[in-house]
């Protein structure tokens, strides 16, 4: 499937403003496009790409961290929710569970509350502390400009009470119980319609927002811990629309921070449908297509949860390649999940992991921690101790042996959990010389062998399940890397 994929990729393939580095003849690509090289990460034929130019398959988790996702109110209103503090341990722990990435939920109304008053340096020095303590656990973060609802004046988070247009008729507290009603509000709706409409108030709004997420792109881009910013969370809009912001924002994103990635979203339709418009052109380079894949997972009857498969879930997979292929554009899935206590759990976890790495997409997990709405997560919570206990049930589901940086370019990744067999299938890179990342989640167990085309390879190992080896390097042909761990009991 990554080898058809590259193929669509190569046919739709334009020059479009790549990075500076200069493609050597000889590194095998699957399109005829120039690399966008980025820090730490840039974009090549569809694909994510280190500053060494081998492939990279993110597989992240989504946190929501207090004092930064904005649901509290300093007028007297009662805070919506309760939402988990982010600490050294939680970063480190997410490395435990196989995680390489963080996608990090910032709010334009807690980085520009007023409309005069500038961005609040305050907020973005507690969005640095995590990024600090990410890129020390070997996390890299995606920060993204999220909401829910549009806004926690009349939804859950997002903008502040200046950008709502037209003013909202009336603002809401917590405890939040009613969030599906509030997102199908009139107030939320309008808001959308404005922020995303061709009025002078949508343009005015459009171009406000633009300038704060450059500031902020500004000021992250020097972060080493940053790959880049998604624009916008689950946007209620036409691809029209979403091409309106698209025009403002990418270039500006471009300008205040070129190494850094520039991701969007399609339409939160998407979320139900599992399908999405197909583009006109690509947007450009150092760009990212990031849907959200959540089939079953918020409309489905108990009878449709026994009766699902893995089948039934790749639809929106395919779909999604075939999306980012289009937009010539790496495929990173900023927002998968399904509630952990959920029929047939633990298949949903593991099917929809399978599809990901055979349509070649970077995932983030939703959520790490939770306590509140349908306390999914990675962790119980237990409201009369206040703690947070690891699902090890989850943990098994999730837990992969995978690619995390290939020096070649990837046709198949597969891994067995009950057999406790992974393969990856590549095309060499003849440019390259440094050794594949692969990660094993420690709950796996070590390696326990590991072959290059069928013959024993040594690899080093490093923290968190990090290994690392050489296979093809300075070789044009195709490769086969098997790795076996203890089988799944």
């Known amino acids: 499937m990554m080898r058809r994929a590259a193929l669509i990729v190569a046919l739709l393939a334009v020059a479009c403003g790549g990075g500076d580095s200069e493609e050597s003849p000889d590194a095998n690509p699957p399109c005829a496009r120039l690399p966008a090289t ?66 990090l939920p910032i709010n334009w109304s807690g980085i520009e509350p007023t409309q005069d008053g500038g961005l609040d340096q305050k907020y973005l020095d507690r969005v640095e502390a995590v990024l600090d303590l990410s890129h020390a656990a070997g996390l890299v973060v995606l920060l993204d400009l999220h909401q829910d609802a549009y806004s926690k004046e009349i939804g859950e988070d997002g903008a502040p009470l200046w950008a709502i247009r037209p003013p909202p008729t009336q603002l809401l507290e917590g405890p939040l119980t009613d969030l599906e009603q509030r997102r199908l509000s009139k107030q939320v709706l309008d808001a959308f319609d404005t922020f995303f409409g061709e009025s002078a108030d949508g343009a005015f709004l459009r171009q406000r927002f633009t300038q704060m997420a450059a500031q902020v792109a500004k000021r992250f881009a020097a972060h080493p811990a940053v790959i880049g910013l998604e624009i916008f969370n689950e946007p209620i809009a036409t691809l029209e629309g979403i091409d309106r912001l698209n025009a403002d924002a990418y270039p500006a994103i471009r300008t205040a921070a070129p190494t850094k990635l520039y991701l969007f979203e399609p339409s939160s339709t998407r979320n139900v449908l599992d399908t999405a418009p197909l583009p006109e ?79 070649g997409a970077s995932a983030f997990f939703w959520v790490w921690k939770e306590r509140s709405q349908g306390n999914w997560g990675c962790f119980d919570f237990d409201p009369s101790t206040q703690k947070f206990t690891e699902r090890n049930a989850l943990k098994r589901a999730l837990a992969r042996v995978r690619p995390m940086a290939v020096a070649g370019w990837p046709t198949r990744v597969e891994f067995d959990a ?60 195709h490769h086969l890397i098997r790795v076996r761990v203890p089988p799944a009991l």
């Open 38 to 103: 980025g820090s730490p990460l840039g974009e090549h034929c569809g694909h994510l790409i280190d500053e060494a130019g081998r492939v990279v398959l993110l597989r992240g988790v989504n946190a929501r961290v207090e004092g930064l996702f904005d649901v509290t109110f300093d007028d007297g209103r009662k805070a919506l929710e309760e939402i988990p503090a982010f600490s050294a341990a939680d970063a480190q722990a997410m490395r435990d569970w196989g995680f390489d990435a963080l996608r």
């Open 281 to 359: 052109a690509p947007l450009g380079a150092m760009s990212g297509y990031a849907p959200h894949v959540y089939t079953l997972a918020f409309v489905s009857t108990d009878a449709q949860k026994q009766a699902m498969t893995k089948e039934k879930l790749r639809v929106s997979n395919a779909n999604a390649r075939l999306e980012a292929d289009a937009w010539q554009a790496p495929l990173v899935i900023t927002e998968w999940g399904f509630d952990p206590n959920a029929i047939k759990a633990s298949e949903y976890f593991t099917w929809q992991s399978e599809l990901q790495e055979e349509y």
């Open 418 to 477: 009950k057999a406790g067999v992974f393969e990856l299938e590549f095309d060499g890179n003849p440019t390259l010389q440094e050794p594949h990342r692969l990660s094993v989640a420690p709950v796996l167990g070590a390696p326990t062998s590991a072959e290059c085309d069928d013959q024993p390879t040594e690899w080093d190992s490093a923290e968190h399940g990090e290994i690392r080896l050489r296979c093809g390097q300075g070789s044009r042909s």
